[in-house]
């Protein structure tokens, strides 16, 4: 995994790579350990301990910075998305279209059928986006329907 793939920034060090933060080490790559590298070769125990021991001192920092930047991102992503987000409401008496149910379209419009059918009176508001519906001539319509399978009906 190459560093396109790291994490951020991370307290001044560079950015770590999922691999790093869960296992507290760089990977070698399977030609570094086939083909005898300057990183292999110079390789030394007592300090590979050394360094690997204050590396597993900062890992569970790493994952923390990782875990806060995670949190951020998902908070930013959720006001982006809440920012587009309108919101509709329906009074009595408003008219509405209701969306066609794969059930309820006719089988010899095949994929030619309308999406909405309507137009319907709303005929209650019981609230958390859930109507009731009659059509224009009085008639209620049985069940209750959501605010997302309405829409405002515009002539």
Do not use: C
């Amino acid at each position: 995994m190459d560093r396109s793939t790291a994490i951020g920034e991370n307290n001044g060090r560079k950015g770590e790579t999922p691999f790093k933060i869960v296992y507290g080490s760089e990977a070698l790559i399977p030609v570094e350990v086939g083909i005898p590298t300057l990183r292999a070769e110079l390789y030394d125990e007592l300090h590979n301990t050394n360094t690997r021991n204050a590396e597993l001192d900062l890992a569970e920092e790493d994952r923390e910075i990782a875990a806060i930047k995670q949190r951020a991102r998902k908070q930013l992503a959720e006001r982006r998305h809440n920012k587009k987000v309108v919101t509709r409401t329906f009074e009595e008496g408003d008219l509405v279209l209701r969306r066609t149910e794969e059930a309820r379209r006719p089988i010899s419009h095949g994929k030619l059928a309308a999406n909405w059918e309507g137009p319907f009176r709303v005929s209650k508001v019981l609230g958390m986006g859930a109507y009731q519906l009659q059509t224009l001539q009085g008639n209620p319509i049985l069940g209750n329907w959501n605010i997302s399978s309405l829409k405002m009906y515009r002539s």
